[in-house]
């Protein structure tokens, strides 16, 4: 039984700084890509971020610059740096994690809520 959990959604004011973490307990095989999506108010969902095995990240264009993807594979957890936060950043943050079975893997949400 796979199961991921997010933390380090919350309230910040315009400008500001969150960490979000993934992490993601029971067996789970060899891990290809990690990465987070968002959900915002009367949008779909969209990939922010995601990082392979190897170590390639791939960004949105909305958060380049701004958001940085990062893993460790010893604790099985996925992190997203978001700084330089806009009010348009405001979602339901999920993370997702596919492995090489391949099966595919999604996280509850965590809010993120940006406020001006």
């Known amino acids: 039984q796979v199961q991921l959990v997010e933390s380090g959604g919350g309230l910040v004011q315009a400008g500001g700084s969150l960490r979000l973490s993934c992490a993601a307990s029971?067996?789970?095989?060899?891990?290809?890509?990690m990465g987070w999506y968002r959900q915002g108010p009367g949008k779909q969902r969209e990939l922010v971020a995601s990082?392979?095995?190897?170590?390639?990240?791939n960004y949105a264009d909305s958060v380049k610059g701004r958001f940085t993807i990062s893993r460790d594979n010893a604790k099985v957890t996925v992190y997203l740096e978001m700084n330089s936060l806009k009010p348009e950043d405001t979602a339901v943050y999920y993370c997702?994690?596919?492995?090489?079975?391949?099966?595919?893997?999604w996280g509850q949400g965590t809010q993120v809520t940006v406020s001006s």
């Open positions: 029971g067996s789970i095989s060899s891990i290809n890509v």
């Open positions: 990082i392979t095995s190897g170590g390639s990240t």
């Open positions: 997702n994690i596919r492995t090489s079975s391949p099966n595919v893997y």
